[in-house]
């Protein structure tokens, strides 16, 4: 039951890069969503998905553009990546809007 | 500006005796409570949640208890064990459903 599964688990890029983090559920799920996660910030909404076919900013959105590709898949696309997008990013879905599933998270690292 | 504030960032314990986490927020329209907790290398997972109509919601060795009047909510853990070790986000939810995480607390549960 693989649940929520995001790659790469690990990235280094340099500034200026791009790259796109890949995420799908396997649930069912209407809702998913991207989070960044830095040292004593929480966890903070960078864009979410309540359907197939919609997309809506969060708290952080600057910076990212994100594709739903269809109801498992949801990425998020760093155009050209700086040091301030370095981060753990987690992808979530969700049939009920307040309980999230998360998958395993993504080191980034912009050098 | 944090809307849910965890000013403790950790916590000691020893096994056997209670954990006690704590959670602040500022919005009046939260109406959804919740609590993830989160080992390393893994994504968060949903834990306990609360309602904004109840004050106490169990669910076995842990118990979350809400003051509405002084907006603040808490977890406890009875009796801690090791493997309660990990970091906890305290969560609230508005009526679009949008989650604000706090900066979580790291307990470590000792022998």
């Known amino acids: 039951n693989a649940g929520v599964t995001q790659t790469p688990k690990f990235q280094v890029l340099k500034t200026g890069q791009s790259m796109t983090l890949q995420c799908a559920q396997d649930?069912?799920?209407?809702?998913m969503y991207w989070y960044r996660q830095d040292p004593g910030m929480g966890l903070r909404l960078i864009y979410y998905?309540?359907?197939?076919?919609?997309?809506d900013k969060g708290e952080v959105p600057n910076g990212y553009n994100v594709s739903r590709l269809n109801k498992r898949e949801f990425s998020l696309r760093l155009e050209s990546a700086a040091p301030s997008q370095t981060s753990v990013y987690f992808c979530a879905s969700s049939e009920r809007v307040e309980k999230l599933f998360f998958g395993s998270g993504t080191q980034l690292s912009v050098l | 500006d944090q809307q849910v504030k965890q000013n403790s960032p950790s916590l000691s314990v020893q096994e056997g005796r209670i954990s006690i986490l704590n959670c602040d927020y500022t919005n009046s329209m939260f109406d959804y409570f919740l609590w993830y907790k989160k080992y390393p290398a893994e994504g968060p997972t949903f834990l306990i949640s609360?309602?904004?109509?109840?004050d106490k919601n169990e669910d076995g060795r842990f118990t979350v208890f809400l003051n509405k009047s002084a907006k603040h909510l808490s977890l406890h853990i009875v009796p801690s064990q090791p493997g309660d070790s990990a970091v906890y986000f305290c969560?609230?939810?508005?009526?679009?459903?949008?989650?604000?995480f706090g900066a979580g607390t790291q307990v470590v549960v000792t022998p």
């Open positions: 969560a609230a939810s508005d009526s679009w459903g949008k989650l604000q």
């Open positions: 998905s309540a359907s197939e076919g919609t997309t």
């Open positions: 609360i309602s904004s109509i109840k």
């Open positions: 649930m069912n799920h209407n809702s």
